[in-house]
């Protein structure tokens, strides 16, 4: 259950009232700022909508090119999916050169007394991206990016709970005496998560601040989003305390759907639908064939946060700019007005071709554009060209031959020669012959590896990077020089991604922590936190046990380098190299200990539980000891120390040596 202060307890009281002057102040208020960003968002829709075609290799029969002709003019053409594969290269790269690590964003403390607080707070961002499946809306977001322009995530604060069964031992008792104990099973709620939600916002319904750039959310006055719930959810977060005035909500069914104003009127709808064939723009309320209720209302919600003075809009006692969020419920109730709980809006938005001076970027796709169509088209005319010449043009002379036989469908033909010409030398060559067409297009498929080589110099997806082996061979050097190149280009927009959203997501989630986390629980941590935590990971078990106070500190956010995660196999066999250094050199080898090196190693083949096999130390009895030392059947263990460290390093030497010789 959400708490409210005085202050907002009596403004919900005041906005329950519908028809007062406030309400409809602030019910004009989102709708103009909605109106005004959507005159502004509404021109890229249509560029958005033609990359989801590009994207997907979507052939459009309807579409036409800027003189009104038809672009695919044959049944059977088709859109190459050479940006499909563009697209998913870079996403790769993108993807696991910045989630596939582990910190995503290393944390570290300003101050020593900030170091164990930052180290806990990774463990509980890393806790709270996997339950949330963070992984997933990072990668939509870049994907967004990459298609559209732009990638929007939000990240609000989340408590779910549900109702789990539980089975508690009650005292029987009769007449006051307890005879037994009975098992009872009882419905309790329980907390399931409480963290941060990190979710995506499609740019059709994104609604910025036109007059500063997309992603530089910080200084905009408003930024909104446009979402559907059903009536059962708003019941139950009013139910929470998060919202209010639900049941004043006018539904919207089949019949009445109007468009209430000007942010409704512009065509918001993407083309994933059509290319998947699961389009629907009606509403089940209303539908004949449906006994309709409440329960199957959608309830179109704009959520807006703005930046402005309470005091000026009797809304509150402050006379200083203050971040608010304002919700409206089918164009004309207020269902919630509060103030934000982090001072910053809570939209994050990246771009894949930044630049400040411009309200908004192109994508990747539509750089590509223009090339992806003429690529399409060459291989479609040459394509069409070829089925024309499969099909079979004979030239033939009437008066050698039986042209009913000819023009005979059975499949199997027998064609006479006129009696004339029976037993003729030559003349059944002379009587038919196959019309001989040159195909003019032949040159077409060179020509389309040109475009493709353009394509990837525009993208930075080259060969090497798909994976793909190159037909020009090339030294080793100029290899890897090439793909350095390539990939310090896609490191650059990396960079750009991390800087403009995922950075500033992350500080945002670690307030939120520090300042409404309330759960005291254990997280899973590895044996490299236990040991930066100044902890022994035998005795940690791979568990942690944090409160809410140990997360208060100073921090800073790393940028990461981006590169992408180096293969366990490979590193094993780094690790192999460095353990022959240590046991040939005998200054590293008495500097170095092998045995933690050996794990390591054996720990990137896969094998976790070295540790099972590890010899266990037996202490044997002082009186024993000593009989043996007086019988000469032991030696001191300085004695033997060095004699046994030689004869090991020894073996070790020989059977990496015959390892490596494999």
């Not at 672009?71 to 999916?81: C, E, G, H, K």
């Not at 940690?540 to 196999?569: A, E």
Request: hydrophobic content about 35%; overall charge negative.
């Amino acid at each position: 259950m959400i708490e409210l202060d005085r202050e907002q307890k009596n403004l919900r009281t005041k906005l329950e009232d519908t028809n007062s002057t406030l309400h409809q102040d602030l019910v004009k208020l989102v709708r103009d700022r909605f109106t005004y960003s959507a005159r502004h968002m509404s021109g890229r829709y249509e560029s958005f909508r033609k990359a989801e075609k590009q994207h997907l290799a979507y052939v459009d029969p309807d579409e036409v090119d800027k003189n009104g002709k038809q672009i695919f003019t044959q049944a059977r053409d088709i859109v190459v999916p050479y940006t499909y594969a563009v697209m998913q290269t870079r996403l790769t790269f993108f993807f696991f050169s910045m989630i596939g690590k582990n910190p995503i964003v290393p944390i570290t403390g300003r101050g020593p007394n900030d170091t164990v607080p930052a180290k806990l707070m990774e463990v509980i961002q890393d806790y709270q991206f996997s339950e949330a499946k963070g992984a997933v809306t990072e990668y939509c977001f870049l994907q967004d990016c990459e298609r559209y322009g732009m990638g929007i995530m939000r990240n609000v604060w989340s408590s779910m709970e549900e109702e789990r069964w539980s089975i508690n031992r009650k005292p029987l008792t009769i007449m006051g005496f307890k005879l037994a104990d009975r098992l009872v099973r009882e419905r309790h709620r329980v907390t399931t998560y409480e963290g941060n939600q990190p979710t995506n916002i499609s740019p059709y319904n994104f609604f910025p601040d036109p007059r500063v750039n997309v992603s530089d959310v910080k200084h905009m006055e408003f930024c909104g989003y446009r979402v559907t719930k059903s009536y059962n959810y708003l019941k139950v977060a009013e139910e929470n305390g998060e919202y209010f005035n639900i049941e004043k909500i006018p539904l919207i069914s089949k019949d009445n759907q109007n468009k209430s104003f000007e942010a409704d009127k512009i065509s918001t709808e993407s083309n994933l639908g059509r290319i998947v064939n699961m389009t629907a723009t009606d509403t089940l309320m209303g539908d004949p064939s449906t006994n309709s209720t409440k329960d199957a209302a959608s309830i179109k919600l704009e959520e807006l946060e703005i930046r402005l003075i309470p005091r000026d809009h009797g809304i509150g006692t402050r006379s200083y700019p203050q971040e608010y969020l304002i919700t409206l419920a089918n164009d004309q109730i207020i269902i919630k007005c509060e103030p934000l709980i982090y001072p910053e809006f809570t939209y994050y938005v990246g771009e894949a071709n930044h630049d400040y001076a411009s309200p908004a970027n192109l994508s990747t796709v539509d750089m590509c554009n223009g090339l992806s169509d003429q690529l399409s088209w060459l291989f479609n005319s040459h394509m069409a060209n070829v089925r024309k010449i499969i099909n079979n043009s004979m030239v033939v002379d009437p008066s050698m031959i039986e042209i009913k036989d000819l023009l005979d469908s059975s499949p199997v033909k027998i064609i006479r020669l006129k009696e004339d010409f029976w037993g003729v030398d030559g003349a059944v060559g002379k009587a038919i012959q196959q019309l001989q067409i040159n195909d003019i297009t032949r040159s077409h498929i060179q020509d389309s590896q040109v475009v493709m080589n353009l394509i990837q110099r525009v993208s930075a997806a080259t060969d090497n990077i798909m994976g793909m082996v190159e037909e020009v061979k090339r030294t080793a050097t100029e290899t890897s020089s090439t793909i350095n190149l390539a990939t310090a280009r896609l490191k650059l927009t990396a960079y750009l991604y991390f800087t403009l959203a995922i950075k500033p997501m992350f500080k945002a989630q670690v307030h939120n922590n520090q300042g409404l986390l309330t759960e005291d629980r254990f997280y899973k941590i590895t044996d490299e936190t236990a040991i930066a935590l100044g902890q022994n990971p035998e005795e940690m078990k791979n568990r942690i046990f944090v409160s809410p106070d140990q997360l208060y500190g100073n921090f800073d956010f790393d940028i990461p380098s981006f590169d992408m995660p180096i293969d366990k196999t490979n590193m094993a066999k780094v690790w192999q190299g460095i353990i022959k250094d240590v046991v040939s050199n005998p200054v590293l080898s008495q500097k170095f200990d092998i045995f933690p090196m050996f794990q390591q190693m054996i720990y990137n083949m896969g094998i976790t539980n070295s540790k099972d096999f590890e010899m266990k130390t037996k202490v044997m009895p002082d009186d024993k000891v000593q009989q043996m030392a007086k019988d000469g059947s032991l030696a001191p263990l300085n004695d033997v120390a060095n004699i046994n460290q030689d004869k090991m390093l020894e073996q070790l030497m020989a059977s990496m040596g015959n390892g490596t010789s494999q």
